[in-house]
Nanobody, 121 residues
Framework: QVQLQESGGGSVQAGGSLRLSCAAS????????MGWFRQAPGKEREFVAG?????YYTDSVKGQFTISRDNAKNTIYLQMNSLKLEDTAVYYC?????????????????WGQGTQVTVSS
C-alpha cells in the first residue's frame, strides 16, 4: 500500500512552467510503478506520464513534460514546460505495485487527491 500527496499546482501563464511533486509513503517505493493523470473540466481522466524501469508519455506531452523519481525522497515529479491552455486540469498521482510499466489506469490501486493546474493566456 502506498499513500500519495501531490503538490506544486497553481496558476501559470501560457508558455510558463510548473513542477508537480508527489510524495509517497510506504515500503518498496523503488519497486512501485508511478504515474501522472489529469482531468480537465468536462473531460475524462487521462494518462499523462508514467515511470517504472522506463518512462512513458502520452503523445500530446512528449517533449513538453518530463517525469522523474527520487527514490531516496520517495517522490516523483512532473516537470511541465511550455504550458498551454489545454493543459489546465486537476493532476493526479497514482501508484501500482511492481515495475510492470503498464500504464492503464485500471492497474493503479493508489491515488492522490489531486492538484489543480490552471494555465491562463
Amino acid at each position: 500500500q502506498v499513500q500519495l500527496q501531490e503538490s506544486g499546482g497553481g496558476s501559470v501563464q501560457a508558455g510558463g512552467s510548473l513542477r508537480l511533486s508527489c510524495a509517497a509513503s510506504g515500503r518498496s517505493f523503488s519497486t512501485v510503478t508511478m504515474g501522472w493523470f489529469r482531468q480537465a473540466p468536462g473531460k475524462e481522466r487521462e494518462f499523462v506520464a508514467g515511470i517504472s524501469w522506463n518512462t512513458y508519455y502520452t503523445d500530446s506531452v512528449k517533449g513538453q513534460f518530463t517525469i522523474s523519481r527520487d527514490n531516496a525522497k520517495n517522490t516523483i515529479y512532473l516537470q511541465m514546460n511550455s504550458l498551454k491552455l489545454e493543459d489546465t486540469a486537476v493532476y493526479y498521482c497514482a501508484a501500482q505495485q511492481g515495475l510492470q510499466a503498464n500504464y492503464n489506469p485500471r492497474f493503479f490501486r493508489s491515488w492522490g487527491q489531486g492538484t489543480q493546474v490552471t494555465v491562463s493566456s
